[in-house]
């Protein structure tokens, strides 16, 4: 028999009645029933009951064990009666009457409480992160996200696709994020950076004949953190195919997608085709490119209703501005005017002036329109919105008005709020979809310059003619995005494999071609040696497993984070190094003050 343990706290059952066992593991609690003591042991893979009779041998022991030490348990598996069986735990028909006990290591005062798992400061649990993990939420959700990536590289593996590993080390390259920076003690002034992502590398697969390319791959970006973003690292499932086009990609990644989602998704739906919806649809409808679909609100333009009409505010705006126009945001069971103020209330507080509203009452069989709105308004023009935006009595609807680009990301906020208020959401799904046709470029209010939407490196819709005789702004791109309940969990394209394309669609943007070639020189040169037409896609593991484990933070599914200010509080990271460290990479600090 193992020194320490002949089962696991998880393997006992009514089969195993009458055995002599041994178990090693963590004291979850103790429990005093009139001098009968409860211990529940705990490990990796579940928990089991010790009884402790004060006959026994190993009551004085057990009677000094304390929450969160190690102890080795020898005893019989006995039956539980039946009004002490526990269902809810895989060994809950057993408890082991313990003939001895060893305490293994003892645990100093708690920091941090594991059993129960009280809400406890972010700071102390990251700190004491190898107890916060013990945790059964946390522990669980860990373990799930080692199964989820096992099932993405099973599916991706038998859709015939193979894992490569890319460089950790690589050259600094503009990607849309600040590079980790790595300096180099070999060549004194030169740095390395730790990949924003396997972009390039991934292409020059396809370029060296490799065809189907994946990897579980680790990205490195300095940005700021946010729920949905951890600081410094993150993981993605990396993709890249040569000789396709969208729907060749899209046909690979989205069985595996479902087949994640259906297998881990604990019962929710999963739609059988993801819907495919282009992005200046998504702006106008949903006001986000990554819109939760589970909300059936949709947003209507319904400019004509207001053009010349009573309410001057918005007729003045439209008349004085020919991009200017009025949003709708339905909201049906809004109908009440304390609700249309909470509202209004909350969108002063989002910075806004207020939110203009309009909520329809049914009085003997009547349907009249309410609010100052609706009274400048009119009662015709009214009842033309109603029946435009198909509105019943007790709705309500919501206005937007100006340049869209200006107002779009607060209408799309408000319809979030909408759905989540009237609780309109349907958590009983996972709402995938296809997110295509994003703009190539953007405008660049700030710095006054036209630059990349999306990816650099995707190609134009129209190739290098629409780059020489389009609009820029006006110019889409073979990229796409999946989105899921308001995420997006991954994002792809078809890749430019030309080099005057890459070249045009780079100077467009203000790059030279000098510029282009010092910066991907690598990818530039292999352009120029038979490159096979590609597309790929990323999606983001940390966001799929946090929503496939219904945490609300990426710190909830991830082993060791930092905290929001990109901190490791449990390692110490980031720390001072000594100077001769310095050195030996040919760096010296400036002098300044301490932060």
């Not at 920091?111 to 798992?117: D, S």
């Not at 460089?167 to 920076?181: K, N, Q, V, W």
């Not at 003690?185 to 396809?206: D, E, V």
């Not at 494999?497 to 000098?514: C, D, N, Y």
């Amino acid at each position: 028999m193992n020194a320490y343990r002949s089962h696991n706290c998880g393997a006992l059952r009514k089969a195993d009645i009458g055995k002599k066992v041994r178990l090693s593991g963590w004291v979850n609690r103790v429990r005093d029933h009139g001098g009968l003591l409860f211990i529940d042991l705990r490990d990796h893979y579940g928990l089991t009951q010790i009884i402790v009779n004060p006959s026994s041998a190993a009551f004085a022991t057990a009677n000094i064990v304390r929450s969160e030490w190690v102890i080795r348990v020898e005893g019989e598996v006995k039956a539980r009666s039946g009004e002490t069986i526990n269902p809810a735990l895989p060994t809950g028909e057993v408890e082991i009457f313990a003939g001895n006990i060893d305490i293994l290591s003892r645990a100093e005062e708690l920091p941090l409480p594991v059993f129960g798992e009280p809400d406890y400061p972010e700071d102390i649990r990251l700190k004491y992160r190898f107890l916060d993990l013990r945790r059964e939420t946390l522990h669980k959700n860990i373990v799930r996200r080692t199964q989820i990536i096992a099932a993405i590289r099973r599916l991706m593996t038998t859709s015939g696709f193979t894992e490569y590993s890319t460089p950790i080390l690589t050259a600094s390259s503009p990607e849309g994020a600040r590079d980790f920076l790595v300096p180099s003690r070999l060549h004194a002034g030169r740095f390395y950076a730790l990949p924003q992502a396997p972009q390039q590398y991934k292409q020059l697969l396809m370029m060296s004949g490799f065809d189907r390319y994946f990897q579980i791959a680790p990205c490195f970006r300095d940005e700021d953190p946010r729920a949905d973003r951890l600081p410094g690292e993150f993981y993605q499932l990396d993709v890249e195919m040569s000789f396709v086009e969208q729907e060749d990609v899209f046909a690979a990644i989205e069985p595996v997608m479902r087949a994640v989602f259906k297998e881990f998704g604990e019962g929710k739906a999963v739609p059988e085709q993801f819907p495919r919806i282009p992005y200046d649809e998504a702006m106008r409808k949903y006001g986000s490119d990554k819109p939760d679909l589970r909300n059936p609100i949709m947003m209507e333009n319904v400019s004509a209703q207001f053009r010349d009409s009573g309410f001057k505010v918005f007729a003045n705006i439209l008349a004085a501005d020919k991009q200017a126009e009025i949003w709708a945001i339905p909201a049906k069971g809004g109908g009440s005017r304390a609700f249309c103020d909470r509202m209004n209330a909350w969108a002063q507080k989002e910075g806004q002036p207020g939110l203009g509203y309009i909520f329809w009452r049914e009085e003997e069989g009547v349907l009249s329109g309410v609010g100052p709105l609706a009274k400048n308004l009119g009662a015709e023009r009214t009842e033309n919105l109603r029946r435009q935006l198909q509105l019943a009595g007790n709705d309500a609807c919501f206005f937007c008005a100006g340049r869209p680009q200006k107002f779009v990301a607060f209408a799309g906020a408000a319809r979030n709020k909408l759905g989540e208020e009237l609780g309109l959401i349907d958590e009983s799904r996972f709402a995938l979809a296809w997110i295509v046709d994003f703009p190539f470029y953007e405008w660049n209010e700030e710095e006054k310059r036209i630059e990349f939407s999306h990816n650099p490196f995707s190609m134009p819709q129209g190739g290098i003619e629409a780059l020489e005789t389009s609009e820029p702004l006006a110019i889409k791109a073979w990229q796409y995005d999946i989105v899921c309940n308001g995420f997006e969990i991954a994002s792809g394209g078809i890749r430019n494999h030309l080099p005057e394309t890459m070249v045009k669609a780079f100077a467009i943007a203000g790059l030279s071609r000098t510029i282009v070639e010092e910066r991907f020189g690598g990818l530039y040169r292999a352009f120029h040696y038979g490159a096979p037409p590609h597309g790929g896609v990323a999606a983001g593991i940390d966001r799929i497993v946090m929503l496939l484990t219904g945490a609300r933070n990426l710190r909830e599914i991830s082993l060791f984070p930092m905290n929001q200010q990109a901190a490791d509080l449990l390692m110490g990271a980031p720390s001072e190094v000594n100077a001769a460290q310095l050195r030996d990479l040919h760096i010296r600090l400036m002098p300044g003050e301490k932060k």
